[in-house]
């Protein structure tokens, strides 16, 4: 079995807390965004998010969650589109006694200062550092970043949801969720620069090509302002994070909000002033793409992993569910087949790397036994859903019941989010379908056309049944919308 120290990502997990937040619980922020010290309430109780550095955790960490879940919560952990788990129906009087079992797994902040649980947003592929088309492992660099952003106090004044994008050029990535900033690696003469951008996404030739960038959230941004060597990558965040700070409006909480008022040539000649490297708009990257597109069905079953002749194995747990038992399972694979880490990824689905090729089948026959969907070919691995009325009050259609109905009647690969009112929790992305709740088992049905919210109303006010029906027909006349 390969070695878990020697592994990417073994730089982004601990198995126990920091000294610093051993005897104690911070004082949360005030937000309404949940986090693992500020349990907030919603319908079916309290929700307390749990951020994965780098999407991972390890074994012994999947069953203190599972323990936690079923003692203080619903016993469901739910994996989210950051790659991260919430936990959903916390007890009330149990939040403390919840928050402090999740930081003696190890799962806290790295730091005692109250923003650090927040500002922990960095997405990196669930395979950096063993996917084949990778051009670097961004983990070292991941683990960097965020050590940097819970070491400086004045990151206390970012919103939980201002998050950074590193993209090391995998296959296996998601590039399509707009970040505040995004980095994404990019060849170059002397190895490899990243070309980092504003408010959107790394461009791809797969997303330009089916003009899906945009959706709720902007996605175009910026575009790709200019390139840097990895070595410089964490003085140009806290560069480009201090430049926020310092000129964005009281009210301003995204990098969004701050380019509506200023230019990027603005910003990096302000950011200039923090860095003692050059910093200005690139022109030559005015065309820049990704190297290869990105390719999502790559979480699901084995995929060979770079260099030593393992897989990553993954699935799908329907709707990013998974109750305490089949946690428990999955740590226990990755203990017996893998090298002892669960990674989450931001299509709310598992991958456990590191799994020897003799024991492929073996894993992917207990995922498949666990309840998980290890085919894209299976609808529910198309499929997302919101809280909906079940957990929310805004929620006008009970959301997660629907979409497993629908699943049931939809063709193959067509990608659909049943969101429960405009808010678009489930996803960051704008989906080829959205199904927006009317009333109870009642939506309206958009197609992403490129504008911005979910696209161009097609039908509204249908049933499941009608849904699936309509879009089995639009998905025969547009294979690849
Ligand atoms: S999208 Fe709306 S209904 Fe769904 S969880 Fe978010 S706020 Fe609630």
Redesign the pocket.
């Known amino acids: 079995m390969p070695s878990r120290d020697a592994k990417p990502g073994a730089l982004l997990n601990r198995a126990s807390p920091p000294p610093v937040l051993s005897n104690a619980i911070t004082t949360p922020r005030p937000s309404a965004c949940p986090g693992l010290l500020r349990i907030v309430p919603a319908l079916d109780g309290g929700i307390c998010r749990i951020k994965l550095p780098g999407g991972v955790l390890s074994a012994t960490q999947a069953h203190a969650i599972a323990d936690a879940s079923t003692r203080y919560a619903n016993g469901v952990a739910e994996l989210t589109n950051r790659a991260n788990l919430q936990l959903r129906g916390v007890h009330r009087a149990h939040e403390a006694a919840l928050s402090e079992a999740l930081i003696h797994a190890g799962l806290g902040p790295d730091s005692a200062l109250s923003s650090a649980d927040d500002v922990r947003n960095v997405m990196i592929s669930p395979a950096a550092g063993r996917d084949p088309y990778a051009l670097i492992d961004t983990t070292p660099l991941c683990a960097e970043l965020l050590a940097l952003l819970q070491s400086d106090a004045r990151f206390a004044a970012l919103s939980p949801k201002f998050a950074l994008l590193l993209d090391g050029g995998e296959r296996l990535a998601r590039v399509d969720h707009p970040h505040d900033v995004w980095l994404a690696a990019s060849p170059d003469e002397g190895g490899v620069r990243f070309v980092f951008g504003l408010a959107g996404c790394p461009a791809s030739a797969h997303l330009n090509a089916n003009a899906n960038t945009g959706g709720p959230r902007d996605a175009n941004g910026t575009g790709a302002l200019a390139a840097v060597p990895p070595s410089r990558v964490p003085a140009l965040v806290r560069a480009l994070l201090l430049t926020f700070l310092d000129l964005a409006a009281a009210d301003a909480t995204r990098m969004r909000d701050l380019l509506a008022t200023h230019c990027a040539d603005a910003l990096l000649r302000h950011a200039q002033r923090y860095v003692d490297f050059p910093l200005a708009r690139d022109a030559s990257l005015g065309h820049w793409q990704r190297h290869i597109p990105a390719d999502a069905s790559l979480r699901l079953g084995a995929h060979a992993q770079r260099g030593d002749g393992t897989s990553h194995v993954g699935g799908q747990p329907p709707l990013g569910r998974i109750d305490a038992a089949t946690l428990r399972g999955l740590a226990h694979l990755a203990d017996k087949h893998g090298n002892g880490m669960l990674h989450a990824t931001p299509w709310q689905s598992v991958l456990l790397p590191d799994i020897a090729t003799q024991a492929v089948a073996a894993v992917l026959a207990k995922l498949t036994a666990l309840g998980l969907a290890c085919d894209p070919a299976q609808a529910i691995t198309h499929v997302i859903a919101?809280?909906?009325?079940a957990?929310?009050?805004?929620?006008?259609a009970d959301?997660k019941t629907d979409a497993l109905q629908l699943a049931e009647r939809l063709p193959p690969g067509v990608d659909v989010h049943l969101?429960?009112?405009?808010?678009?929790?489930?996803a960051a992305h704008c989906a080829p379908y959205t199904l927006l709740?009317a009333a109870p088992g009642l939506y309206d049905l958009y197609r992403r056309d490129g504008r911005p919210g979910f696209g161009q109303c097609v039908a509204p006010q249908l049933t499941i049944d009608e849904a699936a029906a309509l879009l089995a027909r639009l998905a025969r006349s547009t294979p690849h919308a």
């Open positions: 919101c809280a909906g009325s957990g929310c009050a805004k929620g006008q959301t969101t429960g009112c405009p808010r678009s929790c489930a709740a």
